[in-house]
C-alpha cells in the first residue's frame, strides 16, 4: 500500500519523530535536535507539489551543513521501533531512500537496484549492504496502480 501524506499519516510521521510538524501553506515542517550532539535537522514534506500539472511528493532534508531532497517520493515506512521514517521513490527498477531518524540523524540511499533489495544481503559487498537492508522493507509495499493524482 502506498501512503498518502494525510493527517493520520503524518500523525504517525509525527510520533516517531518525538515532534509535532509546523504546517506552512503546503509544506509540513518538523524540526528535530539532538541535544547531546548538538545536532538539528528540519525535515519538510511537501504532499501535493504540482509540476506541469503532474502532482508529486517531495521530502527535502536541511541541517547545518547539508540539504537533501527525495523528489517523486511514493511511500514511507514509519518505525517506533527503529525511531525512524523511511521515505521512499521508486523509478524503473531502482529505489531511493531518505532515511530520518528522531536524533536528528539522516541517511539518503539513491537509485538502488531493486534486485539488490530482493537478493541475499549476506552475499553483497560491505558497501552495498547497507543500502539493501535499509531500504529492504520498502519491497513489500504494492504500488501498482498508484498514482498522485486525485481520482
Known sequence: MVHEFSS?????????????????????????ENT???????LEIQPEL?????????ISVYSHNTFLQLQNCVGFVASELLHQV???????GTTSGLIIEREAGCSF?????????????????????????????TENIDLEGFTFDEE
Do not use: H, Q
Not at 493520520?8 to 524540526?31: H, M, Q, T
Not at 523511511?86 to 524503473?92: A, D, M, R, V, W
Not at 540511499?109 to 552475499?123: C, M, P, Q, R
Open 109 to 137: 540511499y539513491a537509485n538502488v537496484e531493486d534486485s539488490i533489495l530482493k537478493g541475499d544481503f549476506t552475499k553483497l559487498p560491505p558497501e552495498l549492504m547497507t543500502s539493501s537492508i535499509a531500504l529492504s522493507l
Open 36 to 42: 547531546n550532539d548538538k545536532t538539528k535537522l528540519v
Open 8 to 32: 493520520e499519516n503524518l500523525n504517525a510521521i509525527s510520533d516517531v519523530l518525538g515532534v509535532e510538524p509546523r504546517k506552512n501553506g503546503g509544506i509540513y515542517r518538523f524540526s528535530l
Open 86 to 92: 523511511t521515505f521512499f521513490g521508486k523509478t524503473e
Open 50 to 58: 504540482v509540476v506541469d500539472g503532474v502532482i508529486n511528493s517531495m
